[in-house]
């Protein structure tokens, strides 16, 4: 062949191995959408001053799809979770939180990912690295027993099995969610959710939002819920057991599910029979109610230690069921599910409207004025701690849910009241709940919006009530 022979040869070739540079499909380091990608690894954490390492960086969940099977009797969970995530900068690994279960298997777009899983720490590293912006579906299955997690304040979260019988209960404030799902475990990250729950025919699998399908097959059931507003983790719920379930709406026709255990079912009858009321009073209130559905989940008092506002359909045990925390636990669905803390720091705008709307439910049903409830906060004849600390500065993870949170948090919404005056205030409650609707809020956001709609300098309001952490000479 000679010299122009071996030219043409060659150019063909050439042609194919600039090609293939070009478009990067010999090259795993490149994204497969053909844009060099050279990721660095998410945060394990998002640097929460109580709870570091809760959450991770790098990535936004839009979406949970979460495929359980439960067996009661050997209390195993075989559990496939679909996340739908965007890369928030370029990736080349990340994390999600899981406690004590055996990851089986990991895949990121349909590849397998390498699982590294020490601790509560799950590092994934997909096949290729993905670039800032993308949306990508990571798809972990796992299996074990689920485990409680004591929380800093001793508090019992997590997975929480009958001592007795079949009966489950998961529940997730702060960190419990983690011991049944993998996760972005922070209330920064929120997401849509999708729960089908495979159990023994016997029972009911009680979740979030709204049942849609029930189906049986052989001797197992599987319920199919789907929460389709978002929800921070620490929502979540599952409920486990042969519950009394009941329909209802209220009269402005939001659907209403109660899941009763039947051992408690004539003792919370009465408690109950309010919510319909309880929820129009709300709305009048608080504004339109930003989810899709409402209802209760009722336990016996052995089963957890505390009522928690889980998204939609709240946990009672039956030793905490009365009207007043019915009354909590239904604000809650706007401040603190709707309108969500960024931070574990700003828990007293969960808790502070909560309480708060139970002293105008007192006004307004019980003939006591928010004043009343007011000035016996302030005297704490009880001696709760209520002058413990600063309502927006806990001293740690175990007192974020001490009385300061809650009682003070109510104080500095009622000083609001009196230095705007009821018009404002009831605009600015139900105005802050509208705009951050389905969104995180910090402190620093509420103070503002006060200020904006307000048109007032608050800054000795702060001060003392809500970062002073001396009891006023005057209430």
Not at 68 to 79: E, F, V
Request: hydrophobic content about 35%; overall charge negative.
């Amino acid at each position: 062949m000679d010299q122009r022979s071996l030219i043409r040869a060659a150019v063909p070739a050439l042609a194919l191995l600039l090609l293939g540079g070009l478009t990067g499909c010999t090259d795993d380091s490149q994204d497969p959408q053909g844009q060099d990608v050279h990721g660095t690894p998410g945060a394990t954490g998002v640097s929460d001053p109580y709870f570091a390492g809760l959450g991770n960086g790098g990535y936004d969940v839009q979406h949970y799809a979460l495929t359980l099977d439960y067996d009661p009797k050997t209390r195993r969970l075989k559990g496939t979770a679909e996340i739908t995530a965007r890369a928030t900068q370029d990736l080349s690994a990340f994390n999600l939180d899981l406690h004590a279960m055996t990851v089986d298997s990991a895949t990121v777009d349909g590849e397998k990912a390498t699982a590294d899983h020490s601790g509560d720490e799950l590092r994934l590293r997909p096949r290729h690295d993905l670039g800032k912006g993308k949306t990508f579906r990571t798809v972990v299955r796992y299996s074990g027993e689920p485990q409680k997690i004591t929380d800093a304040d001793d508090a019992e979260e997590g997975w929480l099995k009958s001592r007795t019988g079949d009966d489950t209960l998961a529940v997730g404030e702060p960190a419990g969610s983690m011991a049944w799902f993998p996760g972005n475990n922070h209330p920064s990250d929120k997401a849509t959710y999708d729960i089908a729950v495979t159990v023994p025919k016997r029972l009911q699998a009680i979740s979030n939002g709204e049942l849609r399908s029930q189906r049986t097959a052989g001797a197992r059931t599987t319920f199919s819920w789907k929460s389709k507003e978002p929800m921070a983790t620490y929502l979540a719920t599952l409920a486990i057991g042969a519950y009394d379930l009941k329909p209802s709406r209220t009269p402005s026709d939001i659907p209403v599910l109660t899941a009763v255990d039947p051992s408690v079912a004539a003792d919370s009858a009465e408690v109950l029979a309010e919510l319909p009321e309880i929820m129009e009073w709300a709305v009048d209130n608080f504004g339109p109610y930003p989810f899709s559905s409402v209802g209760a989940i009722v336990v016996p008092e052995d089963e957890v230690g505390y009522a928690l506002e889980t998204q939609t359909r709240p946990v009672f045990p039956l030793d905490q069921l009365d009207v007043t925390t019915l009354v909590h636990e239904i604000a809650h669905q706007w401040y603190g599910n709707s309108v969500t803390p960024e931070s574990w720091k700003d828990m007293w705008l969960n808790e502070g409207f909560a309480t708060y709307a139970e002293w105008i439910w007192a006004e307004d049903y019980e003939d006591t004025p928010a004043q009343e409830s007011f000035d016996a906060a302030f005297a704490d004849e009880e001696e709760s701690g209520v002058w413990d600390f600063a309502p927006a500065d806990p001293p740690s993870a175990a007192q974020i849910s001490d009385s300061p949170v809650y009682q003070r948090g109510a104080m500095v919404l009622h000083k609001i009241r009196q230095e705007v005056g009821e018009d404002l205030f009831y605009d600015i409650v139900e105005g802050w709940a509208t705009t951050y609707r389905h969104a995180n809020a910090s402190t620093a956001d509420f103070t503002a919006y006060v200020e904006k709609k307000s048109g007032k300098d608050l800054d000795e309001l702060w001060k003392t009530w809500l970062y002073g952490k001396a009891k006023p000479a005057t209430p």
